[in-house]
């Protein structure tokens, strides 16, 4: 039975944060606040990772306590200025297109399961040129849950027509972790992205530090 792989996208397959965090900058323009993230600091790129309302939150919090209004009134066009300039600095990962293509040449079905909104997830792979490389794409909206609910990564694994007893979901995030293990499936979390060797401490299956060691990371969890 082929191997079906499942990968989350922001801080996994690519790096983002720079037009998210430019995203970001542009919303606390329209609201009006003079703050800006920076792509420089460690601590706004991984934030940059975990979502839009993340961003407004710990931008805001620098100038004082945070009102959930105001973060909500923000989302819309951090959105909005997201959707206009994608993907002017986000890059996969190096050596991702690479492992992708080798698991294809090979069989196995292969998806993405992100948090991320589903036409903003379909936009970027067509920006990036990479629309037709995976088997689904399942994004923030596209069920009535997201994860860590497991049902995100299951309906993941389906639509990309393979099968949950030879599945997994590489990911970076206690979030990836989480959806994994409620869905009954071995987790891979990579340490190239923030916070590095920290997510070691989530206690995933196997740790990829560069996706040239991803053959060696599924057989270490079971999927050679």
Known sequence: MKR???????GTLCDTS????????????????????????????????????????????RLGPVDEAEVDSGYRPLLDAYDRDIAKHTAFYPGALDAVRRLRARGDAVGICT??????????????????LFDSLVGADTLA?????????????????????????VGDTE????????????????TFAPPGRAVAELEPEALLDDYAGLEGALAAIGLP
């Open 145 to 169: 849950v997201r994860k860590p609910h497991p049902e995100h990564l299951i309906q993941s694994v389906a639509r990309a027509g393979g099968d949950m007893s030879r599945a997994c979901l």
């Open 115 to 132: 948090n991320k909104p589903e036409a903003l997830a379909v936009k970027l792979m067509a920006a990036l040129g990479v629309a037709d």
């Open 18 to 61: 720079g037009d998210l965090l430019a995203a970001a900058n542009a919303a606390f323009a329209t609201l009006g606040r003079d703050v800006a993230l920076d792509p420089r600091r460690v601590e706004d790129r991984a934030t940059a990772l975990r979502g839009g309302r993340a961003m407004l939150r710990l931008g805001l919090s």
């Open 175 to 190: 979030t990836d972790r989480t959806t994994a293990r409620a869905a009954g499936v071995p987790c891979i979390l990579v």
């Open 4 to 10: 079906c792989v499942i990968f989350d996208l922001d």
